[in-house]
């Protein structure tokens, strides 16, 4: 699976983006979907994820996001979406979109994560 994160750009404090990622496969909905994000000298951070339909769809949020971010996808154009609402300047990050076969219940950790884009670098001003 290819994936392709676009949407990034600079954005104010209070502000919005929705992020994309295009995948080159057909056969998406049999995906596990994520979004993480990373800052230069940390970690990559989990954000958000989204389980395929056939296990239900469930969604999954950082407790920094929560509230303000909503993982989606669209089975029909093989894309998965991050709307992100209420921007805070701590949200500047390069935010990845991955995709794994098998769920990992340490969906939290990148390495349970296969696939991954290229990234997409968000800044926030204050």
């Known amino acids: 699976v290819q994936l392709q994160a676009s949407g990034g750009g600079l954005v104010q404090a209070g502000g919005f983006l929705r992020l994309s990622c295009a995948a080159s496969k057909r056969t998406f909905s049999r995906y596990h979907w994520a979004w993480f994000r990373q800052t230069p000298g940390r970690e990559r951070e989990f954000v958000a994820a989204i389980r395929q339909m056939g296990a239900g769809g469930s969604t999954y949020y950082a407790n920094s996001v929560k509230g303000r971010y909503t993982i989606s996808r669209d089975k029909d154009k093989n894309t998965l979406y991050l709307q992100m609402n209420s921007l805070k300047s701590e949200d500047t990050a390069v935010y990845y979109c991955?995709?794994?076969?098998?769920?990992?219940?340490?969906?939290?950790?990148?390495?349970?994560?296969?696939?991954w884009g290229q990234g997409t670098l968000v800044t926030v001003s204050s």
């Open positions: 991955a995709a794994v076969l098998i769920w990992n219940v340490q969906y939290g950790t990148p390495t349970a994560w296969y696939y």
